[in-house]
């Protein structure tokens, strides 16, 4: 029997529908499920999202989603760390100054983006369980400062800081300020607040002069 043309009512689905694309396997299939959570997160945000649309979009069987997570918080967590660059391999501008203040700049560019709505959708859901809130943390993974440990560490290399001026918590402090000003005051994040950061509190924690 002949195939049925298509009708005036049919809808077809448009040349890049993402239902129209293989499926993948392997790395391939994890950077189709993070791109696509964070596209959902992106255009319809971190309370209607569901693994069944991840799945759809990333062209994956929604049980091998919930195999390797349970729920949307740990899916929407790995994806927004896979969003971050490599904290190995941070810029080098060549002065402590100008690697913070890249370093900062950049975390500041991506939580204007779908990585910062992933980090509020995810602290409104775990924060009221402690064993969901370690494992938010513990998938966070913490690339910013681990960015900033690499960072100072040349800076102790090329002489501008004493190594004994590098601490936990010093390394610490410029992330949190600037998270602390992104969940109360919301995108974007003016470069005067990333600036005072460096000069007002990193750069004299280090026991280094405020820049210019």
Not at 13 to 21: F, I, K, M, N, S
Not at 35 to 59: F, K, P, S, W
Not at 105 to 123: D, F, H
Request: with cysteine; hydrophobic share 40%.
């Amino acid at each position: 029997m002949p195939a049925r043309a298509p009708g005036p009512g049919d809808r077809a689905a448009p040349p890049d529908d993402h239902r129209r694309r293989p499926r993948r396997r392997g790395k391939a299939l994890d950077e189709a499920i993070f791109q696509a959570t964070l596209d959902e997160l992106d255009e319809n945000g971190y309370a209607n999202l569901t693994m069944e649309r991840v799945a759809e979009r990333a062209r994956a069987g929604k049980a091998s989603l919930y195999r390797r997570w349970p729920s949307r918080v740990e899916l929407v967590m790995d994806a927004a760390s896979h969003a971050f660059p490599d904290p190995s391999s941070p810029i080098d501008t060549g002065t402590l100054r100008g690697d913070l203040l890249a370093a900062l700049r950049g975390i500041a560019q991506l939580l204007s983006g779908p990585a910062g709505e992933a980090l509020r959708g995810v602290l409104s859901d775990v924060l009221s369980d402690p064993a969901r809130t370690a494992e938010a943390r513990r998938r966070s993974q913490g690339r910013g400062r681990r960015a900033i440990e690499l960072i100072v560490r040349r800076a102790v290399e090329r002489g501008e800081i004493d190594g004994t001026a590098v601490t936990p918590r010093r390394v610490e402090a410029g992330p949190a300020l600037l998270r602390h000003h992104f969940l109360f005051n919301g995108v974007p994040i003016p470069d005067e607040v990333i600036v005072e950061i460096v000069d007002e509190v990193m750069l004299p924690l280090f026991g280094c002069a405020p820049g210019p």
